[in-house]
């Protein structure tokens, strides 16, 4: 599928909600869309790697693109800093792509209100906060402190999430990726 026109197209909510199957899926499928790589301060997980999905770096390397202004938004999510580089965003937008951002919600709102580029926000929900606990659970990567506390944070954001334009209840991922798909080929 082709997006018209060039926007940024915002993919939010909680950790284990589906957010990275979604945004692997669209990519494969969209042409002219392109992801944005965010920089991040967290440890790489062995499945990843460097400027794949994240570009490591140090807290002092973050500290310095900070203070360059690179980062159309950037926030501390789990005790590690994420930032999304706006040269990139930039430079794709030059070349009438859009862009994919896979971010919390804190950042999801600031870049909504930054009004510099068109957004098209969504965010996806769990079916219950039970089974986003459980797919937390399984992904086997986390400490149950660190499950309990993403499903504090969780229910923090499903009450933030009226800001977004499109909320998206992600039971069944095909169910849930196809809703995505036809509000971006409606756009
Ligand atoms: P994880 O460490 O599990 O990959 O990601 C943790 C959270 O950080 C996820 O909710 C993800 O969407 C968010 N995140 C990833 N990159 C960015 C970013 O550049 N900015 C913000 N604000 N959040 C991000």
Redesign the pocket.
């Known amino acids: 599928m082709n997006i018209k026109g060039k926007y940024l197209i915002i993919i ?1 909510g909680p ?1 284990g909600v589906g ?1 990275s199957s979604i945004t692997k899926q669209l990519l494969l499928n969209c042409k002219n869309l392109d992801f944005s790589i ?1 920089f ?1 301060t ?1 440890e790489k997980r062995p499945s990843e790697t460097n400027n794949d999905h994240y570009s490591f770096v140090s807290k002092k390397e973050f500290e310095n693109l900070i203070n360059q202004n690179a980062f159309l ?3 501390e ?2 005790g590690n800093y ?3 580089p706006i040269k990139p965003i930039e430079d794709s937008i030059k070349f009438n792509h859009s862009v994919l951002l ?3 919600v ?2 999801a709102y600031s870049v909504i209100n930054t009004n510099h580029f068109d957004c098209i926000s969504f965010f996806i929900r769990p079916p219950s906060i039970d089974t986003l606990r459980e797919r937390l659970l399984n992904r086997g990567d986390m400490t149950s402190d660190e499950i309990e506390n993403r499903t504090i944070e969780a229910k923090n954001e499903i009450i933030k999430s009226t800001y977004f334009d499109h909320l998206i209840v992600n039971d069944s991922f095909d169910e849930c990726y196809q809703d995505i798909e036809k509000i971006l080929l409606g756009i």
């Open positions: 939010s950790s957010k965010s991040t967290r938004e950037y926030e999510v789990h994420y930032g999304t896979d971010i919390d804190k950042g």
